[in-house]
């Protein structure tokens, strides 16, 4: 007798997904979440194959101070190849066709158990946005929180735009302020490929159980090639060890001023933001991004408390394609349930 394969949908599990009429149940998905990071991000296709390859200034020219019948040293500027490079995500959604076409419901079955695969692989890919490290997972692509890891400008420049809010121990979560852009952040997808989720519906094929034999089952493959390159990492803020524990009470960590720091950190905001710009704005109007703050829903409740305070006038509820969005200065401020309650202290 052949044995189960893994992640094989059983009678048991068809019986789960329909009632006692013999309908496909509507399932009520305890564990969906709202990860707006997914759907703001801009995306870049490689220049060669899974690799994409920038380059960034680190060290400007050394100009002198010339004085009379004295010449002048010359000076170069310092800059460095960075490269990133692609994740690979995929999943399977397979039935056995006699179970998938059990009870006449085959289109209905498939489209909700492909709705819940995709549904996983986004929140994986959200998570990873934030918390994926190459360095210990060669699969993986650096996510956001593994290159803003320090508060110790000593140890990284990219800790100026850091901002320390307190949390010492181990209930602690960030905001996020994201300027999307094509020489800013942006996401990365593979040379010649599709950007985005894959779904593909392979149909009714031969497929093989776990001791290779073979049996009729229709098949799903849904895919996702991506991975994340900071041109730029000015344009990325993080306000950390924010103590979810303290937020209720008299030592709550002040939101409203960390979100005013933060936009203070990128070189170009939009006027009406915050009143900063670099010295190459001007020339190069490509500068500005597309800006977003990215919070948990913890964070989010708090926020829009806030905003329902007559006397703030930084923090709005605002209507953005039918939708109640909170505003910080006309930025949206998304909710993206993969941010952690229980990041540990950034030092």
Request: hydrophobic share 40%; net charge negative.
């Amino acid at each position: 007798m052949s044995t189960l394969t893994p992640g094989s949908f059983t009678y048991s599990e068809w019986g789960l997904r329909h009632d006692s009429t013999g309908k496909v149940s509507t399932l009520v998905d305890l564990l969906s979440q709202q990860n707006g990071i997914v759907d703001d991000a801009l995306t870049v296709e490689c220049q060669s194959g899974n690799a994409f390859e920038f380059t960034q200034v680190v060290k400007l020219p050394t100009p002198s101070r010339r004085v009379y019948n004295q010449g002048v040293k010359a000076s170069l500027a310092g800059v460095a190849k960075q490269v990133a490079t692609c994740s690979e995500y995929a999943d399977w959604a397979k039935f056995d066709a006699s179970l998938a076409e059990l009870g006449g419901n085959l289109s209905e079955l498939r489209a909700q158990e492909d709705a819940l695969h995709i549904e996983a692989l986004g929140q994986l890919v959200a998570s990873d946005m934030f918390y994926a490290n190459r360095n210990s997972d060669p699969t993986q692509f650096t996510g956001l929180a593994n290159i803003y890891n320090t508060v110790n400008t000593a140890t990284s420049p990219i800790a100026n735009n850091v901002i320390d809010m307190g949390g010492t121990g181990s209930t602690n979560t960030s905001m996020w302020l994201i300027g999307w852009g094509p020489k800013q952040i942006h996401t990365i997808f593979p040379k010649g490929t599709q950007a985005g989720l894959i779904h593909k519906d392979m149909g009714l094929d031969w497929a093989l159980d776990s001791n290779s034999n073979e049996f009729l089952a229709y098949r799903t493959y849904i895919s996702w090639k991506i991975g994340l390159a900071i041109h730029d990492w000015r344009f990325g803020v993080r306000a950390c060890n924010i103590d979810i524990t303290q937020l209720n009470g008299g030592s709550a960590p002040n939101l409203i001023n960390a979100l005013v720091k933060m936009v203070h950190r990128p070189p170009v905001m939009p006027v009406g933001v915050a009143p900063v710009q670099t010295s190459d704005t001007r020339m190069d109007k490509t500068m500005m991004a597309r800006s977003a703050i990215y919070v948990n829903r913890t964070i989010q409740t708090y926020l829009d408390l806030q905003a329902m305070n007559k006397t703030n006038v930084l923090l709005k509820m605002e209507e953005w394609d039918g939708e109640a969005v909170t505003t910080f200065r006309g930025i949206p401020i998304r909710c993206v349930d993969a941010i952690l309650d229980t990041e540990a202290r950034v030092v």
